[in-house]
């Protein structure tokens, strides 16, 4: 989802910092309200967790360059689904700020491009997770058609933002829809993969996790509704 340097320069560049400013300042307002609910020690505790995983998903894990961008597996349902919107949100900020300013530093002027990719898709999911999971069912609960569901919603969202900076950037010439068209084609077959990590994943809570523990380590919706 990292967009490639050159793809958007110049005066478009305005737009990705305001769009940056934007996404920061919505993640510092579900930031807040997770103190108020949760307090700041856990709250610092799942961010650190969230930023650990995003890293890792960015230097560790395999990644391909193609078309436009890069295909990675993010496990942003996962962090979401385990730590719950503001640390997820966090995660992904700092994960990527980090990557950039010690490992990637020619992907930092595109900064405020591929924040808003991420931190916008992870409240679009949000949003959607409202619709797809009923209320009073704990995330440890959901089907695997859920899952899907969310993956679908979470990773067509990048492929939108990675798609709208491209032709935003460089416009609707052959080449450059093309390139799209490869990125994205290849970026949705993590939509198979990543349902299959939350199972796991939720399999593992479901089968350990204590209620207490659950509430302060993790998002209070994963094991209780």
Do not use: R
């Not at 560049?13 to 108020?36: F, P, Q, R």
């Not at 900076?165 to 010439?173: E, I």
């Not at 052959?174 to 990590?197: C, D, K, Q, R, T």
């Not at 994943?201 to 089968?207: D, G, M, N, Q, R």
Request: aromatic residues 12%.
């Amino acid at each position: 989802m990292h967009i490639e340097a050159g793809v958007v320069d110049g005066a478009k560049m305005l737009l990705s910092y305001g769009t940056g400013a934007a996404v920061i300042g919505a993640t510092a307002k579900v930031a807040w309200d997770n103190v108020k609910e949760y307090g700041l020690i856990a709250l610092i505790l799942k961010s650190i967790i969230a930023t650990a995983v995003v890293f890792s998903c960015f230097e560790v894990l395999p990644h391909y360059p193609i078309g436009v961008s890069e295909v990675h597996l993010i496990l942003g349902t996962t962090i979401y689904l385990l730590l719950g919107l503001a640390p997820a949100a966090i995660g992904l900020g700092l994960g990527l700020l980090i990557q950039g300013l010690f490992f990637a530093q020619f992907d930092l002027p595109q900064y405020g491009i591929n924040v808003t990719t991420l931190l916008a898709s992870m409240f679009i999911l949000d949003a959607a997770v409202k619709k797809i999971i009923p209320k009073g069912t704990a995330y440890k609960d959901i089907s695997y058609k859920q899952m899907l569901a969310m993956s679908v919603v979470w990773e067509g969202s990048i492929v939108s933002w990675v798609a709208f900076w491209a032709l935003y950037g460089q416009g609707f010439g052959a080449e450059n829809v093309a390139n799209i068209l490869s990125f994205g084609s290849a970026y949705m077959a993590v939509v198979i993969i990543e349902p299959l990590v939350d199972l796991a994943v939720l399999s593992a809570v479901k089968a350990y996790s204590k209620t207490n523990e659950c509430m302060f380590l993790f998002d209070k919706k994963l094991c209780a509704a």
